[in-house]
């Protein structure tokens, strides 16, 4: 917080390597666990979360005043951002329609690759993703109506969990919850703000 008063910049950077650092290391966990895990669902999420990750990192360097991805304005990060939650809150609300099936693990990984490509080549060489932020107006119907559906993702994820709930442990499904419950609550706060910074 007292950095964040001093220098914003430096703040978000923080912020957002530590939340990339946690992404990639439960991908790390998740993977070297998946012979010992049972059910799925944490497999699953562990490789989603190397992609969610990846995007992540490419929002904060993308971020305005890095000066990694020149020429480019508030809206780049926006949209990775808004393509990296869209990505999280699926795999949330995919991961409970695994438990119990047969996950190749591989597979899995490649086909996030495949789709994670295809978000990056959407904003950066075909410049098809949506809009999300333009400077001097702000964010987009786009990015607002991006982030009510990625709380309805996170919200039906809940709802999954629930109806699967036996596959889990009482502490392990109150944390699953928990998590679901503030990545709604922070995706309705990002409808809010007017300046990125």
């Known amino acids: 917080y007292l950095i964040s008063l001093k220098n914003y910049l430096l703040f978000h950077t923080l912020a957002e390597m530590f939340s990339i650092a946690v992404a990639f290391a439960v991908f790390l ?7 010992f895990s049972e059910g799925n669902y944490l ?22 005043g890095m000066g990694v991805f020149q ?14 939650r ?8 995919a ?3 695994v438990i119990g ?13 495949f789709v994670t490509a295809a978000l990056i080549l959407s904003i950066f060489y075909f410049d098809v993703f949506p809009a999300c932020y333009i400077e001097g107006q702000g ?4 990015k607002l109506a991006s982030e009510y559906l990625i709380s309805g993702l996170f919200a039906a994820a809940a709802i999954l969990l629930l109806l ?14 928990a998590s679901l419950f503030f990545a709604v609550v922070s995706e309705i706060s990002f409808v809010l703000y007017e300046n990125p910074f």
């Open 71 to 84: 020429n480019y304005g508030a809206d780049l990060p926006t949209q990775l951002w808004i393509a990296a």
């Open 139 to 142: 964010l987009t119907p786009f």
């Open 101 to 113: 099936r047969n996950l190749k693990p591989r597979i899995t990984l490649t086909v996030y690759l």
């Open 29 to 35: 966990i998740a993977w070297n666990c998946r012979k």
């Open 164 to 177: 699967r709930r036996s596959a889990f442990e009482k502490n392990i499904l109150i944390l699953l919850l």
């Open 95 to 97: 991961a409970p329609l």
């Open 86 to 93: 869209y990505l999280h809150s699926v795999s949330f609300a």
């Open 43 to 64: 497999l699953f999420l562990g490789i989603s979360f190397v992609f969610v990750g990846t995007l992540d990192l490419l929002h904060t360097l993308a971020y305005k």
